[in-house]
Nanobody, 122 residues
Framework: QVQLVESGGGSVQTGDSLTLSCTAA????????MGWFRRAPGREREKRDI???????????YYTDSVKGRFTISRDNAKTAVYLQMNSLKPEDTALYYC????????????WGLGTQVIVSS
């Protein structure tokens, strides 16, 4: 079983920065990709919107439009860890942020962490 542990959330002001971390524990894995998702307040429990993802082998990244230029995803292959540097935070970034792992192309995201809360106040 793969366990994902997120950390780094918190309560900040508009314009501040935070860095989220996610480490895969348990058995050794070779992901196809790791990513960050978020569920905004009031959204259904199973509705997670992708924020950013990174392919494990070549580091190709994807960002949703609303975070481009503000967020940066990175990985540490040796630690099986993924990070999300979030700059210029806005109130609309307030959400529960989840780390996910995809093991194969087109295989979805079968593994999730429990989430870390980010609150951005104006």
């Amino acid at each position: 079983q793969v366990q994902l542990v997120e950390s780094g959330g918190g309560s900040v002001q508009t314009g501040d920065s935070l860095t989220l971390s996610c480490t895969a524990a348990g058995r050794t894995i070779s992901p196809y990709a790791m990513g960050w998702f978020r569920r905004a307040p009031g959204r259904e429990r199973e509705k997670r919107d992708i924020v950013a993802s990174i392919l494990w082998n070549d580091g190709v990244t994807y960002y949703t439009d609303s975070v481009k230029g503000r967020f940066t995803i990175s990985r540490d292959n040796a630690k099986t860890a993924v990070y999300l540097q979030m700059n210029s935070l806005k109130p609309e970034d307030t959400a529960l942020y989840y780390c996910g792992v995809s093991m194969t192309p087109g295989g979805g995201w079968p593994y999730w962490g429990l989430g870390t809360q980010v609150i951005v106040s104006s």
